[in-house]
């Protein structure tokens, strides 16, 4: 049966079921953004180095297990791998609310849960992205990937918006019992998925899980537009992440808002993230899948600024505006190079991919909270916020450096025949230019 042209993916009744299960663990992933630090800093009065440390504990993951996870997730059906990793994050959140209630928890056992939380959350993410090609195909890409990131940027409204007032009524431990409900009703409703992937290889037929790593890891630094999508990515999440490490303690110290106010102007950053995913599909094509990927992040980013320039009363509109914007060229330059990726990579290195990518361009982002709580404690949360918006904006220069020594030849490393030559020639890539 044909798919509505209104509803396209969405009429594929798998997708919608992974449509919905992304946006309630997306719905409890917000949630948990804006409540695990302020568990910390509303309900244990950390300092703003104990702040940083946390953003670390929560994406060590991608250090400690990014390489392995995507070798160990090409073994696996992906499926499997995100209906577990869902209800284990679940039960892990609700440690902390149960420990609140009982007058046992401290900042050692909030440290323990973000870590546990984002080592799965690695292994999801890993998982969510291999599994996107194999359910909808790789010509249904950049369509998916919008559609999941509007649903994203939905939650990014919705989570704020629910954790800031639920924050004020029952405190911020109890709210993390919305997250892990969250997280819980997502992994349930993707075992409902009736598509079923194919019998991974037995460990016998399988080779050693270090030469998997490496040539996973081969796969991308060999590869142009891999590569520089990667390095990009790095120095975009370790600057992303001394910005946030030090906008919540912004907010509540500097503007004196408080829990509902928070979360009303992180709302506004998924106003801007919703702004992106409705108009990223329609950028790719009319600007080019590739240059969007570098435009978005100058266009954008410089305008973070405006939050470190902020005072009590109209200017912080400016600043939340600034943050909506950073949302939408994040999505935008998300979308585009997510569909780049995957259509460059072959099925049974999605995995690996992913994982290789997330390692290197994630890897900075634990070493990012700590300099950006430290930051914090030398310079203060407005010098830090100054100091990532500056990263950010130059977090461009690898794709953009790529991306102009790529025009006019195959820039992510394919060839075409040249004809009646036999040979090859340099052509531009289909794909790089943009073009369907």
């Not at 039960?91 to 323990?112: N, S």
């Not at 998924?270 to 600007?287: D, E, H, I, M, N």
């Not at 200017?315 to 939340?320: D, I, R």
Request: hydrophobic share 50%.
């Amino acid at each position: 049966m044909p798919r509505s042209p209104r509803l396209g993916l969405l009429d594929d009744p798998d997708f919608g079921r992974l449509f919905a299960a992304t946006a309630l663990g997306q719905l409890g992933d917000r949630i948990v953004f804006l409540t695990l630090p302020l568990v910390a800093i509303a309900t244990l009065h950390a300092d703003e180095f104990q702040v940083g440390l946390l953003t670390a504990t929560t994406t060590a993951g991608s250090l400690l297990v990014g390489l392995p996870a995507g070798a160990w997730v090409d073994r696996m059906r992906k499926r499997s791998v995100l209906i577990g990793t869902d209800l284990l994050r679940a039960a892990a959140l609700l440690t902390i609310p149960l420990a609140w209630w009982a007058d046992l928890l401290g900042i050692r056992l909030l440290y323990a849960v973000a870590l546990l939380h984002g080592v799965l959350t690695v292994f999801f993410d890993v998982a969510h992205v291999s599994y996107l090609p194999q359910l909808v195909g790789r010509g249904n890409l950049v369509e998916g990937n919008a559609k999941l990131s509007a649903v994203r940027s939905v939650t990014g409204i919705g989570g704020p918006a629910v954790a800031g007032p639920l924050v004020g009524l029952v405190g911020a431990p109890a709210t993390l019992l919305a997250g892990s409900a969250g997280m819980a009703l997502s992994g349930l409703l993707a075992a409902t998925i009736r598509r079923r992937e194919e019998q991974p290889k037995t460990m016998s037929e399988q080779p050693r899980l270090g030469t998997e790593i490496m040539e996973g890891l081969r796969f991308v630094l060999h590869r142009p537009a891999l590569r520089a999508i990667m390095f990009s990515d790095a120095l975009f999440n370790l600057s992303l992440v001394m910005y946030q490490t030090m906008l919540l303690v912004f907010l509540e110290r500097t503007m004196d808002l408080g829990p509902l106010g928070i979360g009303l102007v992180l709302s506004g950053m998924g106003c801007g993230a919703l702004l992106g995913a409705s108009t990223a599909t329609t950028l790719a094509r009319r600007v080019g899948q590739c240059p969007v990927i570098w435009l978005a992040t100058l266009v954008t980013c410089p305008l973070t600024v405006l939050m470190p320039l902020a005072r009590p009363g109209w200017t912080l509109y400016a600043g939340a505006v600034g943050l909506a914007a950073l949302s939408l060229g994040g999505v935008v330059r998300v979308v585009a190079q997510s569909s780049l990726q995957q259509s460059l990579t072959p099925d049974r290195l999605l995995g690996r991919m992913a994982a290789t990518a997330r390692f290197v361009s994630s890897g900075g982002v634990p070493l990012g909270g700590l300099p950006g709580g430290a930051s914090g404690a030398a310079f203060g949360a407005t010098g830090t916020l100054w100091i990532g918006a500056s990263g950010m904006t130059l977090s461009a220069v690898p794709t953009l450096l790529w991306w102009r020594a790529a025009r006019g030849r195959p820039s992510c490393g394919c060839s075409r025949p040249s004809g009646s030559g036999g040979g090859t020639r340099s052509v531009s890539c289909p794909v790089c230019a943009g073009r369907p």
